[in-house]
């Protein structure tokens, strides 16, 4: 059974769905089951994963890694999404581009998720 929130993804073709309505039955992509992502809350390895939340005083910025997760060609953070209660929010990003988003409106009690089209998804 999906549920709301969750993010799946086609180990075929690289589709990345995030349930907005959960229900019984399975998610399918390609003829086949997509892969639940599990959400990582604990850095491992050389590159750092786990967003880091700081409060402004227009909201939240949220950080990649303690230090800048590489945003290359091969391997780069896709989006940074924070969830307020009933609310979320997302940034996406291409390679190049620096690890973080500021969120307007949001209280400091946020949770932060990030997508590595590599390592997969990681929360705060």
């Given at each position: 059974?999906a549920?709301?929130?969750?993010v799946?993804?086609?180990?075929l073709?690289g589709?990345v769905?995030?349930?907005l309505?959960g229900a019984?039955?399975?998610?399918v992509?390609?003829?086949a089951?997509?892969?639940l992502?599990?959400?990582k809350?604990?850095d491992?390895?050389?590159?750092?994963h786990?967003?880091v939340?700081e409060?402004?005083t227009q909201?939240?910025?949220?950080k990649v890694?303690?230090n800048p997760?590489?945003?290359?060609?091969?391997?780069?953070?896709?989006?940074i999404?924070?969830?307020?209660?009933?609310?979320?929010?997302?940034h996406?990003?291409?390679?190049g581009q620096t690890p973080?988003?500021v969120f307007?409106?949001?209280s400091?009690?946020?949770?932060?998720?990030?997508?590595c089209?590599v390592?997969?998804?990681?929360k705060s």
């Amino acid at each position: 059974m999906a549920e709301r929130k969750q993010v799946y993804k086609c180990e075929l073709c690289g589709n990345v769905v995030e349930v907005l309505h959960g229900a019984d039955g399975d998610l399918v992509c390609c003829g086949a089951e997509m892969v639940l992502f599990e959400e990582k809350a604990a850095d491992e390895g050389k590159e750092k994963h786990v967003p880091v939340v700081e409060a402004t005083t227009q909201g939240v910025k949220v950080k990649v890694g303690s230090n800048p997760h590489p945003m290359e060609e091969k391997h780069y953070i896709e989006w940074i999404e924070v969830i307020d209660g009933e609310t979320s929010c997302r940034h996406y990003l291409k390679p190049g581009q620096t690890p973080e988003a500021v969120f307007k409106g949001c209280s400091k009690n946020v949770t932060a998720r990030e997508y590595c089209n590599v390592h997969g998804l990681w929360k705060s």
